[in-house]
């Protein structure tokens, strides 16, 4: 009795102990996991802070971005920068195009025969040389008949694109940069005659500075004379000054070796004395009576008259 009731015990203890071990290992294994979770979730948190605060500097540079974009300054005056397009250059009609119509204006202008406004001023203004004078309008001709011309007319300009390029003069040498007593020539310093400049070294005429002479606008007489139609090159105004045998009442207008024609604004009646030409909506001749007749025509301001 007592040896089955000591190996009952024994299983007992055995059975303890396999329970104990079981026991400590889940605790083992829940703890590991415990530890794992805090891990992870530590490093997420750690995650999102990262990512949180890479948004937040995104932000900060996209601000900076923004604010450099919108706070630009010229930084040879240190105003800010303007950017707003006036208008196509040469469009002094504001008419949203450039045609003949623009080159009158500005002769119309410079005969005080139209007013010109700010904005007018400026997009007149066809070579940006800072004044608006004939110049200009011979420009946008120039540019309306596939001549050579300012590339900016009829394109689109800003207030910084009409400023005049001004070249830039050497400074004069002040008082410090004089020849002192001490700086002049000694006679040992004096030239030789080996030093003396032969004739291979005379200026050819190779060398010589050409100075070109300006070429003016030709201007020709054009319409119906002595009863035919002509406008082609062969009534040249010369010096501004052309005289005509007139067999029959003509009616004539001006028109420029570019193919530019002048018009009177509409019928000015028989035998008018002068008039101002350009280009209108209801372009009309000159009347000239017959017989021996002078013309005199200033190209400036697109003046036509009887001398």
Known sequence: MKRQFGKILAMLMV????????????????ADDAINNTVVATADEATQDEATADEATTDEATQDEATED???????????????????LGDVDLSGNVNIKDATLIQKALADLATLDELQTALADANVDGVV????ATEIQKFLADLPAN????TAVTAEDLIPVVPETPDEPTSDDEITSDDEITSDDEITSDDEITSDDEITSDDEVVVE??????????????GVDYYDFEYEIVDGTIT????????????????????????LDFNPTSAVLGSYGNNDK??????????????????LALA
């Open 15 to 30: 059975a303890l102990m396999v329970f104990s071990m079981f026991c400590f290992s889940a605790s083992a294994d829940v």
């Open 70 to 88: 919108e706070s630009t300054f010229d930084e040879a005056t240190g105003d800010e920068a303007t950017t707003d397009e006036l208008g196509l």
């Open 133 to 136: 004078n004939i110049k200009d």
């Open 151 to 154: 590339a900016l007319i009829g």
């Open 213 to 226: 002479p300006v070429v003016e606008t030709k201007y020709y007489v054009v319409g119906y004379i002595n």
């Open 244 to 267: 005509l045998e007139l067999t029959a009442d003509s009616y004539v207008l001006i028109q420029d070796e570019f193919g530019t024609q002048y018009w009177t604004d509409g019928w």
């Open 286 to 303: 000159f009347h000239v009576a017959a017989g021996t007749v002078t013309l005199t025509w200033d190209a400036e301001t697109c003046t």
